[in-house]
């Protein structure tokens, strides 16, 4: 996606912007979009009538509109934007795929701004600071840009400073989001099994996040204690004393794109070792560390001349609780049975699942992934259709997947991208086999106990289910009446008389109004024929005659089942 062209062209970048024109700005764009859905879902809005590559089309159409009106509002909506393409319980597949492809690449601010902005925050004149600053940014992104600078010592670094006016946009256009999530909230159809209110709160809470350096400097700094034993993996060192919430001040660390296929091919390195690495960093952040980088896109990798893979921008983190070996192993063990109760309930207590409403929709939409979709090995499957399979459930379902889990599935899901652009053979899943292996024979937190221990003490907890339930009642009696409890079966009663009574009903209804027709048509075949108009009225009184045929061969058809 190209820069946009220039700063002051956009509304949102000018410092007398005002709150009311904001507004404005940002509740035509929600109540277009709205009424974009809304049309959508008329049939008679289709030429020809609807179908479902119309369907498809148009709304793919509207989510190039909703991705291009994201990134002409602004920092603020580029990042709601993309933390948007996380949430597929709450838009269309279509509009999740376009809001992905939302890259901060918005208009750089002069040097001189960046200049007083450094020299506000840290105290002290840039020049007393930094022997050299390159006034032309590296890199412009929606929160700040990134210059080029050189410390008295002598070494390289590269100082990140904050979009002039971005807080005070921020405060603006969170209050108009507030005011909307709010208004969503209480609408009878939109507010209906969604937490938007929340979903808010959730957003700003990670913008502010992102938006505080100091924070980001921390980020950074644990992860790289977390990977200080691994070679392979280099992050940039922070320079404390040049440090605010609107400057940070990095160590400087080029490298070849991870992306740049041509470059890495031309410094002789091992492409397929740079997709490996990347999923092993990431499967040790997730499994071992439960801090891991929740947007490693192509911007945010490089890769040095010996081959070892470099993290940039630490702002958006994610942090999830140690998975324990009792709680996967149960997860395991549903999706083995088929048992899509036993596999939301693990979902839940891992916290990768959260549900707001009636479960019955979802043990359901699980329960048909379990039966058509898990019956290849695990090599074979792909994060990304997983991933799809997953969204498309989620979609307008009384359920919703908390950040954390779709941070997680979303990185998976471009890493393993990554990986097939670095490898076409690359399998993301089957380097994860080892380590879920791993985690199970050890638990992320060492309990005691052999993966052989475990596993038949989860057999032998099972199996006394099993005989507990077989003295009770037979198991499959048992599952159908959990099942017609739950409201995943519903009982049809049929009685013969009943119906019988019901289609003569129907078929008197009827027979009524072909008699009305022919009545009509009879007398008007009368009139037109005293007026002299023998040819409408003979046409008329054909039509007449087609209606009493089928009034009568109606009435033989009512009179055979009285017989």
Known sequence: MPALSSETNYRWSRDNYSEFARTIDIWRTVLIFSWMIWIDGKKW??????????????????????????LQLGPTFIKVGQLLSTRADILPAESVEELSKLQDKVPAFTATKAQQIIEAELGKPLDQMFSYFEPV????????????????????????????????????????????AQYFQNHPKHGRGRDWVGIYEECSKILYEEADYLNEGKNADTFRRNFRGDHRIIVPRVYWRYASRRVLTLEYLPGIKVSNYAALEAAGIDRSAIARIGAEAYLEQLLNHGFFHADPHPGNLAVTGKGELIFYDFGMMGQIQSITRDKLLRTFFGIAQKDAEAVINSLVELGALEITGDSGPIRRSVQYMLDNFMGQPMEKQSVAAISDDLYDIAYDQPFRFPATFTFVLRAISTLEGLGKGLDPSFNFMEVAKPYATNLMENGSNRESGSLSTAFFGELGRQAAQVSNTAIALPRRIDDTLAKLDRGDIRVRIKSQETDRLLRRLSNVGIGAIYALLGATCLLCATLLFINGWQIPALGATIVAVIFVLTLLRLLSRIDRPER
């Open 45 to 70: 809005s289709y030429i020809g009538g609807k179908t479902e590559a119309k369907a498809k089309k148009r709304t793919r159409k509207r989510a190039v509109w909703l991705r291009e009106s994201m």
């Open 137 to 180: 940014p590296l890199a412009a992104a929606s929160l700040g840009q990134v210059h080029k600078a050189l410390l008295p010592t002598g070494e390289e670094i590269v100082v990140k400073v904050q979009r002039p006016g971005l807080l005070k946009l921020f405060a603006i256009d969170l209050g108009i989001l507030k005011r909307i």
